[in-house]
């Protein structure tokens, strides 16, 4: 793991999950493999492997750099812009 330069800039705690599930899989009757929260803004996307991938969508639309696992017992970040585990 490395500390890449969008990690400082993140707000401190946290912010709040806006959502328990992928909204957008939730709107069009998917089902998300599993969850990323966005670490800027709280928004919760489904994963890469998720037919929608609607994490990696919400930082092509925001370009909020750095997400997290929104899976029990995970807490690995993921920067898109370094793509790096940070």
């Known amino acids: 793991m490395s500390e890449c330069p969008h990690v ?11 959502s ?10 998917s089902h998300p493999v599993q969850l990323r ?15 929608f991938r609607h994490a990696t969508a919400h ?3 925001t370009g ?3 997400m997290r696992s929104y899976e029990p017992g995970e807490s690995w970040r993921w920067c ?4 790096t585990v940070v």
């Open 20 to 29: 328990a599930t992928c909204p957008e899989c939730e709107a069009v009757g």
């Open 64 to 66: 909020h750099a750095v």
């Open 80 to 83: 898109f812009v370094d793509e």
């Open 37 to 51: 929260l966005c670490l800027v803004c709280g928004h919760v996307g489904c994963c890469d492997s998720s037919p």
């Open 8 to 18: 400082p800039g993140l707000p401190r705690p946290e912010p709040a999950a806006l």
């Open 59 to 61: 930082y092509a639309a």
